[in-house]
């Protein structure tokens, strides 16, 4: 069972899709992203043969049980925390790369096994909103948002220690 630890850097992977969690280094989403860096599935976590930064995430824990997941790659010369565009979790919104660090609640899920993680929202209502990859879908890009909980793979996550 991984044990998730502040400083520490890890890919997260799809469930659902075996692929990585990372920031686009693509240009080419629409108007309304356009101010942001967006966050998105993309590459085959089992055929990547080196490890560029855009797919790896530094954890930090903030207060109580809170973490913060900031990803390796630079823009414009900073690194970029995993958040949602807008300060209401309830709107369903694409996740993006910001440098203000968002508070997630990270916990092992044992009715599946125990080796995958939600993303929650902290302090959202029940049934609770988590990162979810958008439709299930295994295509590379595909968006990654908040939605209800609903316990489908597309809401799970594996976390896999890699160096720096």
């Known amino acids: ?5 502040s400083g520490k850097v890890y890919k997260i992977i799809s469930v ?8 686009s280094t693509a240009n080419d989403h629409d108007d309304f992203l356009a101010n942001f860096v967006l966050v998105e599935s993309r590459y085959e976590a089992a055929k990547i043969t080196r490890s560029p930064y855009y797919i790896k995430w530094r954890v930090e824990h903030i207060a109580d ?19 949602y565009k807008s300060n209401n979790p309830m709107e369903k919104r694409s996740l993006i790369g910001t440098t203000a660090a968002y ?18 929202v902290h302090d959202a209502p029940d049934p609770g909103y988590v990162a979810e990859v958008a ?11 908040l939605w209800d909980s609903n316990d489908t793979a597309s809401q799970f996550w594996l976390f896999q220690e890699v160096p720096n």
């Not at 609640?105 to 096994?113: A, N």
């Open 103 to 120: 508070r997630w609640d990270i916990k092992q899920w044992k009715t599946r096994g125990g080796a995958e993680f939600r993303l929650w």
């Open 1 to 5: 069972m991984v044990q998730l630890a």
């Open 135 to 145: 439709g299930g879908s295994d295509a590379d890009g595909t968006e990654i948002r």
């Open 65 to 83: 049980e809170g973490w913060a997941l900031k990803s390796l790659h630079q823009h414009e010369g900073n690194g970029l925390y995993l958040a």
């Open 16 to 23: 659902v899709s075996a692929k990585l969690l990372t920031v």
